[in-house]
Every structure is written in structure tokens, then in C-alpha cells.
């Protein structure tokens, strides 16, 4: 079965760290993966993906991922976390068939970054 | 404004009464979705339309019932609803298919918060 795994339920980090948020996959094929923010009653916002090319992809708000095929992960992190960074991040990874593809959603990490 | 409108942002209603959910997208997508998000669990996906034609649904109960009369619009109608049900309610867009074009996937309204009472 085709799935995203996001093993942390919550991160804590204090402003100034470096923050990781952890995400496994596992598909057939080549993985498109993404990374997703939701502020509080708010949608999701896209933070960066991977297709194909370098391993470490760059992306809004000062994050960056880092694909590893090895080991099927494609953590997201962030050199020195804000207060502001403190919100829902979701992993996914899209997956296709016939009809076109669809998004698999993990199940979300919330992020707590404190002053 | 991410080009994905969902509108109203806040709905309350009895188990008894009949509403409906509206979304709009302004980007030229071909595929719109129904998720539903409720506290501590993951995002579920409700339905999947691709070029107007329903091509997923996920065991949904008969009391969501989804419509898309074209491209553009989306709508889930509301009837007979559970206090379970309550939840925010997030529409996405997307173009299909995506394979190497270097899409950013989906693209989501703001959602709509669902309360059942």
C-alpha cells in the first residue's frame, strides 16, 4: 500500500534552533513528495516538493527538505525556527493512476516553536 | 487569496437541516477534491473530480452528496447531518494529469468549519 508516515504527533523547538519534522514514505515507482503548512483554521499551504534532481529542495519561508531514497524519508527542516514557524505540517506524496494522480496525506505534525 | 474560495467560512446547523458547501477555483484546474479534516485525525479525502466526472469516493455516507457542474465550481450538499460530522471541510484544486510538469500539487480554499449541533 502507498503511504506517508509522519512519525512525530508534535515538535517542540525553542526560537533560534534548528527544527526537523520527519516524514516516510513508501510508494511504487519514483515519489513526487510535498510538504504542507496549515495555520489555524486555515487551508494548506504548499511549502516545497521533490520531483527529480538534487536531494536537498529549497522552499518557502526559509525551509528546505531533504530527499533520501535509502531511506525512504524526506524530512523538512529550518536552520533557526521562528515563534511565527509554529503551525500544522503535512507530508505528502502523490500517486497515480489512470484518471491522472491524487495527493496521500500523512497524519500532520504540529510544531511548537517558543521565545 | 489562493485562487481556491470556499464559501460560507463558518456553518452551524441541526441534524435535520438541509446547507451546502460551495468552492470555486480561479486557477483553470481540471481536478477538484473534497477533504474533511476533524481534530486529531488525519485529512481524509471525501471525493475526487476530474474533468467534471467523479472518479473517487472514499465510502463516504449518502448524506454528503458532491456536485461539480463544471470545471470551476464544486459543491457538497449537506443533509441529515451527525454531530460526528462536524469538522472543517477543504477544497482543493490541482491540474491532472501532473506527471514531470513541476505542478505544486494541489492547491486549498481556506476550508469551511462544520459544526453540527
Known amino acids: 500500500a502507498q503511504s506517508v508516515a509522519q512519525p512525530e504527533d508534535q515538535v517542540n523547538v525553542a526560537e533560534g534552533n534548528p527544527l526537523t519534522v520527519k516524514c516516510t514514505y513508501s510508494?511504487?515507482?519514483?515519489?513526487?513528495l510535498f510538504w504542507y503548512v496549515q495555520y489555524p483554521n486555515r487551508g494548506l499551504q504548499f511549502l516545497l516538493k521533490?520531483?527529480?534532481?538534487?536531494?536537498l529542495v529549497k522552499g518557502s519561508y526559509g525551509f528546505e527538505a531533504e530527499f533520501n531514497k535509502s531511506q525512504t524519508s524526506f524530512h523538512l527542516k529550518k536552520p533557526s525556527a521562528l515563534v511565527s514557524d509554529s503551525a500544522l505540517y503535512f507530508c505528502?506524496?502523490?500517486?497515480?493512476?489512470?484518471?491522472?494522480?491524487?495527493?496521500?496525506f500523512g497524519q500532520g505534525t504540529e510544531l511548537s516553536v517558543k521565545p | 487569496e489562493t485562487g481556491v474560495t470556499q464559501t460560507p467560512r463558518h456553518l452551524v446547523m441541526g441534524m435535520t437541516n438541509k446547507k451546502s458547501l460551495k468552492c470555486e477555483q480561479h486557477?483553470?484546474?481540471?481536478?477538484m477534491y473534497w477533504y474533511k479534516q476533524s481534530a486529531k485525525k488525519p485529512l481524509e479525502l471525501m471525493f475526487v473530480?476530474?474533468?467534471?466526472?467523479?472518479?473517487e469516493n472514499n465510502s463516504v455516507p449518502s448524506r454528503f452528496s458532491p456536485e461539480c457542474p463544471n470545471s470551476s465550481h464544486l459543491f457538497l450538499h449537506l443533509h441529515t447531518l451527525q454531530p460526528e460530522d462536524s469538522a472543517l471541510y477543504l477544497c482543493?484544486?490541482?491540474?491532472?494529469?501532473?506527471?514531470?510538469?513541476?505542478?505544486?500539487?494541489?492547491?486549498f480554499g481556506s476550508g469551511t468549519r462544520l459544526t453540527v449541533v
Open positions: 521533490y520531483i527529480t534532481g538534487d536531494n
Open positions: 486557477l483553470g484546474h481540471n481536478a
Open positions: 510508494v511504487s515507482g519514483n515519489p513526487y
Open positions: 505528502a506524496v502523490r500517486v497515480f493512476y489512470n484518471q491522472g494522480g491524487k495527493l496521500i
Open positions: 482543493a484544486s490541482s491540474q491532472q494529469p501532473q506527471a514531470g510538469t513541476g505542478k505544486e500539487g494541489y492547491t
Open positions: 473530480y476530474s474533468l467534471e466526472e467523479r472518479v
